[in-house]
């Protein structure tokens, strides 16, 4: 990957570094679920250290993560939550909640139904599916790291329509238990993960309606994600800010400003980090010397790389290998919005690998 070379004529999309991330996805899924309400009803669920994913299959209801504004999202609307803070979902916002959990343990069903009163005559129908997703890989985990705490891909978009086909399928596995019924959840979870991701990249928006911030919004704009390419399929070559920025047809300085409102790190910084995480993800897989990287990504020698390595994750190649996901998680949390350890070096001199 690192001295992968690659002619601009020859680049697919802007959205291929989400691919170099996907390619290498290493997710645990959570058992597909669902809820089936009538009536006036409203649950809370505590705090999770996951994604979510789901769909709206019928009817209407109202979802909000603690600190926000609920929204409301009608049949066919699919949606993300990526917050860590509890969140609610309720058919309307005057009902008072109760605990989810309790009512998840006491069901026998993967489908929990809910009537709040006797009779579901002229009431409507609520019915809600999903998984959940925990990251494995730490670069994963932080590259993705940046979406906002819930993200509604609404019903009517070419995004949903992507994602629609899978949603019968979701229904069908949490209906019945049949062959292969762990295997076939764990999978569609997977896979509309990674549609609702191609739909967030493709122009969907935060539920407060402004376009996406962070990593995953800088794809979807063309400049700066077809410089986010050409750092992906060319890491190890010296770029400074001004070459990425005239292939990127901006002049050094509107480059720079603008690479760093979306993406929250200078241009060569991210550079770095990128090379330094896509190298940490070969490492944790057991099969690489670090000597073989260093030379993979561009550096000079095995020392240099490892002081690079050092200096930009805390930990040295070897305690990276062997550091449960947690640790590494928690030792780079933040990346890659917040700056947690500049380079001693200055900007310009931060595409050079040795830097």
Known sequence: ??????????????????????ASLNVRTG????????GRWALRFGVHEHIK?????DGSCWLGVDGADPVRFETGDCFLLAARESFAVSGDLDTPYRSAEELYKRSDSRIVRLRETRSTADQERTLIVGGSVDFLDATVALLLGGLPPMVAIRAGTAQAKAIQPLLGMFLDEVSAVRLG???????????????????VVAGAHATDGTALPGWLGALGDPRIGRALLLMHQQAGRPWTVATLGAQAGMSRASFA?????LVG??????????????AGRELRRGERTVASLASEWGYSSESAFSTAFKRITGLSPAQFRSAPPAAVIARLDGWPTVPFRLPAASDERAGSPDA
Do not use: C, H
């Open 31 to 38: 058992s597909l679920s669902g809820l089936e309400a009538w």
């Open 181 to 199: 019924t762990s295997v076939m959840s764990e999978r569609l979870t997977e896979i509309l993960f990674i549609q609702a991701l191609r739909a």
């Open 53 to 57: 994913i789901g769909a709206v299959l």
């Open 1 to 22: 990957m690192g001295n992968r070379s690659a002619s601009v004529n020859d680049m697919k999309s802007p959205a291929e570094p989400l691919s170099d991330v996907l």
């Open 265 to 278: 790190l200078p241009p060569l910084v991210y550079l770095q980090r990128w090379r330094i995480l896509a």
């Open 257 to 261: 400003a603008r690479f760093k409102e």
